[in-house]
């Protein structure tokens, strides 16, 4: 989220109470908050789409951007379920396993 204290001073922070797919990969543990701010700047100066921004960096899969991009579609019109939890285990221990 931008934030500014003045109209030429920008800082990026991360607010829980968003929602947005920035913070639901934050919980799901697919994403840190300094590479959501990165994501978040990287916006600012290329216009691009913040998942577009994430899979091209190499921090999400095209899947996995897909199948969260959903989720949160449809939990924010009240239709889906949460991300299970086997789920969110799997991508932490994909994430690990690729490091």
């Excluded at 607010?15 to 797919?21: E, L, N, Q, V």
């Excluded at 899979?55 to 899969?61: E, H, I």
């Excluded at 579609?73 to 799997?90: D, H, T």
Aim: charged share 25%; no cysteine.
């Amino acid at each position: 989220m931008l934030t500014s204290n003045n109209p030429s001073s920008f800082m990026l922070r991360y607010d829980p109470h968003s929602k947005r797919i920035g913070s639901y990969l934050i919980d799901a543990g697919l994403l840190t908050e300094a590479q959501v701010d990165v994501i978040l700047s990287d916006q600012v100066s290329t216009g691009m789409k913040f998942g577009e921004i994430a899979v091209m960096r190499g921090w999400l899969s095209q899947k996995t951007l897909d199948f969260i991009s959903t989720k949160v579609m449809e939990i924010e019109r009240g239709l889906g379920e949460p991300l299970s939890q086997e789920f969110v285990e799997m991508q932490k221990f994909r994430k690990r396993k690729a490091r």
